[in-house]
């Protein structure tokens, strides 16, 4: 008999959270773990595992997160928090050693599971040894109480309330089931054939069963949250981790074959499906389904009562195992593994799939001859899970080719996991065969994540990954179009009987519209589309269904876009387009002229007309909102130029040139502000320094307006206040521009050098680089010209020969000489067309 299995008094705290299902246990328990500098969490089931982990991983990042079960193992070098099935979960060895995993926080979910017969063994092991450093948590049903108040000394048990009210609500027949219903039933057959009527009666229904890949659970599951389908069918597989909007379960039967015995549901285990009924707040119902004019199965009052009010016969015992094995030779590892628990409470447990194994395979000699590494190594491979439920004595002949190849040649053989994985590799076939297939690579998977087993594991991991990925999207795709997207004439005369209004509208995240099971348009944005493919015999039906639906769908677009935040807007602005606001592409106005350069008006796109005017006027004044933010953002400088025009603290010079330069969009050409240049004192120029102006030898032009985005919101605005289209713009932090550059878009920052054009601060500098030359002595005696920066401007010698003339300077032979501020007579512009900003830039700088 095995020596005391109760925790030992001194380890960490440990605390149980027990309750029924909606109580937000899993949830506590990932905060407690996010909280703590590392953790580790044990759950039932891969997809619980999978889903908590991509919750966990949008908290702490990719790089700190670990998943492991069986057939998945994601785990980065610096992980620190992990997530797996209670079979993977590293547990401390019996025997201490440096390989050991230490984490500050640990908790088992559902562990009243120590009672399952096949499985219970391993939720017990990991409730007695399963410890953090900081902080244990035992999470599970209200019966567990007596047993962990019995194994684990100083335990603080905390009672967690359903948060809604489950109330049973009889039977119902199929026809009459509310939405968002889910069906449970106890065998495959069964599911099949309620979730054909379903699509009889209620257009689809969505299917979940434990032989289902957790990517196929995850995709019909996905299918039913969304509201393409209001009904779910499901196994008993549904009463555990999958968090869903059920508001009725529905059982088909209430009695399952449990392996050995056809048999009635314990009451617990009523309560754990019915459970899935509500979700936090929101209260459920739970009831029968009738078929064929039947009442069909019935709950006893007294399990009525016990669901509705949580009140279940306390466990009095738990399966056990020992973890202290003897790997002398085969048959003490067989005798540890039947080892009882000198605790009564402790019991030992039934005869499961991988000691069932591991006794076949002691029948051999040769086997049970293996003693000390080579029986660990036996053990290993007996742990090899048989997904394809094919029992004890098919499996162990998988397990002793498997031992075979690990024990004498070190590593499975390349050869034959190669051949059984590429026939695994087809996506072929029925639901049956792919659900076949799927259990199968299963398999292959788990053997593929043992490193010690395979020569190069990662490489099968990946490729196993790949064939679950796609036998997983073909399942999913065999079971969507047998269940839901059956296009039948039958089906749309049956929707003409109950009238459009009957049939549900959905939209996809897509942008899929859907009446019933027929996809009729796409709505991009606010904009819908007909489907050109929709049958012309019932397309008016159908689009007469989704017009009147699809106003709310448009309503509640409306209302998430009034709140969204600025990265959702964009300033849609192409050369030679209209200039427009867009939401994730889709356009929702075109910006028009309003009372100023920096406030336009705003024309809605006509798809927005379908909305009411609250919420159109509402929207529109969310997109002001965002003109006006994006332009403090990019046009500060320009909105502090317009404030400077009619600050009455400045002196008339002084309004005048800012006003001018705010209405031009922040740059001109000095001589077109020679006027107000010459009022200009002291005092006057100091004010145009705190409006950020620069007034260079050639141009009037604010520094932070030259940068690309400025531009671009310069030109956008200047060409909604003109009427104009968009220009195009020379490229992003260009300094020169070659003949080929849109006159209208290189003016806003640009000064023309004959067939040349020069960025207007690079050319203020070089201006000044001459003044400074000449006025510092003879120009005769010293060179004006900056040579090393027009070198690296690669400025042509005409369009330097036009600046230089600009600035006053004449070339003779090889010196310049200063002849005053009189303009190149090759460089006089012509007048250019009132109204139009572009145009007399590009002429005054011309």
């Known amino acids: 008999m095995a020596t005391s299995t109760r925790s030992r008094p001194g380890d960490a705290p440990v605390r149980a959270i027990l309750g029924p299902t909606n109580t937000g246990k899993t949830h506590l328990a990932i905060e407690r773990m996010c909280a703590h500098s590392s953790g580790i969490i044990g759950f039932p089931l891969r997809l619980l595992a999978r889903e908590v982990y991509d919750r966990v991983v949008a908290m702490k990042g990719e790089a700190s997160v670990a998943l492991l079960t069986g057939e998945e193992r994601i785990v980065p070098?610096?992980?620190?928090?992990?997530?797996?099935?209670?079979?993977?979960?590293?547990?401390?060895?019996?025997?201490?050693?440096?390989?050991d995993r230490d984490f500050a926080f640990c908790a088992v979910d559902e562990a009243q599971l120590g009672t399952d017969p096949e499985r219970g063994h391993v939720f017990t092991d990991r409730m007695l040894r399963a410890r953090g450093r900081e902080e244990t948590l035992i999470l599970g049903s209200d019966t567990l109480r007596p047993m962990v108040r019995a194994l684990i000394p100083d335990v603080e048990v905390v009672s967690r309330p359903r948060f809604s009210t489950l109330?049973?609500?009889?039977?119902?027949?199929?026809?009459?089931?509310?939405?968002?219903?889910?069906?449970?039933?106890?065998?495959?057959?069964?599911?099949?054939?309620?979730?054909?009527m379903l699509r009889r009666f209620k257009g689809g229904a969505a299917v979940v069963m434990g032989a289902l890949s957790p990517a196929t659970r995850n995709a019909q599951v996905a299918m039913f949250q969304?509201?393409?389908?209001?009904?779910?069918?499901?196994?008993?597989?549904?009463?555990?981790?999958?968090?869903?909007?059920v508001s009725h379960v529905a059982f088909a039967g209430l009695e399952k074959f449990d392996g050995r015995r056809n048999r009635r549901l314990t009451i617990p285990e009523m309560a754990q499906i019915a459970g899935r009924a509500g979700r936090h707040q929101r209260d459920g119902t739970f009831g029968t389904l009738g078929l064929g004019g039947e009442n069909g199965p019935a709950f006893s009052d007294d399990e009525v009562f016990a669901i509705e009010e949580h009140r279940f016969r306390p466990l009095d015992h738990l399966y056990w195992r020992s973890s202290a094995l003897d790997f002398t030779d085969v048959r003490g590892l067989i005798a540890s593994l039947e080892a009882k628990s000198d605790d009564p409470i402790l019991r030992p447990a039934p005869l499961s799939i991988d000691l069932a194994v591991l006794k076949l395979l002691a029948e051999d000699p040769a086997v049970a001859a293996r003693r000390g590494p080579q029986a660990r190594k036996l053990w290993a491979a007996c742990g090899l899970p048989d997904f394809r439920k094919v029992g004890p004595m098919h499996h162990a002949r998988m397990v002793r080719r498997v031992f075979g190849y690990i024990c004498e040649g070190g590593h499975i053989a390349h050869d034959w996991f190669a051949a059984e994985v590429a026939r695994l590799d087809n996506?072929?076939?029925?639901?049956?065969?792919?659900a076949d297939r799927l259990a199968g690579v299963r398999s292959w998977a788990y053997i593929a994540h043992r490193s010690d087993w395979l020569a190069e594991p990662a490489k099968w991991a990946e490729r196993t990954r790949l064939v679950e990925s796609r036998l997983s999207d073909a399942l999913h795709e065999r079971l969507t179009q047998r269940f839901v997207d059956r296009r039948t004439a039958v089906l749309v005369r049956d929707i003409g009987a109950r009238g459009a209004d009957a049939l549900p509208v959905t939209v996809s995240a897509d942008g899929e519209v859907s009446v019933g099971p027929e996809p009729i348009g796409h709505l991009a944005g606010f904009d819908f589309k007909v489907d050109p493919a929709a049958r012309l015999a019932d397309k008016r039906l159908l689009l007469a269904a989704a017009e009147r639906r699809l106003g709310e769908e448009l309503d509640r677009r409306a209302k998430d876009l009034t709140t969204a935040d600025d990265s959702h807007f964009a300033l849609l602005a192409g050369p030679g387009s209209d200039v427009a606001i867009s939401w994730d592409g889709h356009k929702l106005a075109t910006l028009t002229p309003g009372k100023?350069?920096?406030?336009?008006?705003?024309?809605?796109?006509?798809?927005?007309h379908r909305l009411s005017a609250p919420r159109r006027e509402a929207l529109k004044a969310r997109l002001h909102e965002w003109i006006a933010t994006a332009t403090g953002r990019h046009l500060a400088d320009l909105q502090r130029l317009a404030q400077a025009s009619t600050d009455k603290e400045n002196v008339p010079a002084v309004r005048a040139l800012t006003a001018m330069l705010a209405a031009a969009g922040g740059t001109l050409p000095?001589?077109?502000?020679?006027?107000?240049?010459?009022?200009l004192d002291k005092p006057a120029r100091a004010a145009l320094y705190r409006a950020r102006v620069r007034l260079g030898a050639l141009d009037a032009f604010v520094p932070s307006l030259l940068k690309p985005e400025a531009q671009r919101w310069r030109a956008a605005l200047l060409a909604v206040r003109d009427g104009q289209p968009m220009p195009a713009l020379p490229p992003p932090g260009a300094s020169t521009l070659g003949p080929d550059a849109d006159p209208c878009g290189a003016a806003l920052a640009y000064r023309r050098l004959g067939q040349s054009w020069l960025r207007v601060d690079l050319a203020d500098r070089l201006a000044t680089h001459a003044h400074q030359v000449r006025a510092a002595g003879s120009a005769e005696a010293s060179d004006p010209i900056d040579r090393e920066l027009v070198t690296s401007l690669g400025l042509s010698s005409e369009a330097l020969e036009r600046l230089m003339a600009e600035v006053g300077f004449r070339s003779v032979g090889e010196e310049w000489k200063w002849r005053g501020n009189r303009p190149a007579r090759t460089d006089r512009p012509q007048p250019p067309r009132r109204g139009n900003a572009f145009a007399a830039l590009a002429g005054l700088k011309g």
Not at 596 to 608: I, K, Y
């Open 670 to 679: 000095r001589k077109a502000l020679a006027a107000p240049i010459a009022q």
């Open 167 to 196: 109330t049973f609500a009889g039977s119902a027949k199929l026809s009459r089931l509310p939405p968002r219903s889910a069906i449970v039933a106890f065998s495959a057959e069964q599911v099949y054939a309620l979730a054909e």
């Open 427 to 434: 996506v072929q076939g029925d639901i049956e065969a792919l």
């Open 77 to 99: 070098p610096a992980a620190r928090y992990w997530l797996c099935t209670v079979e993977s979960m590293p547990v401390p060895s019996i025997v201490e050693g440096p390989g």
């Open 226 to 245: 969304r509201g393409e389908v209001d009904y779910l069918v499901a196994t008993d597989a549904v009463g555990m981790g999958l968090n869903m909007d």
């Open 596 to 608: 100023s350069l920096l406030e336009p008006n705003l024309r809605l796109s006509r798809a927005l």
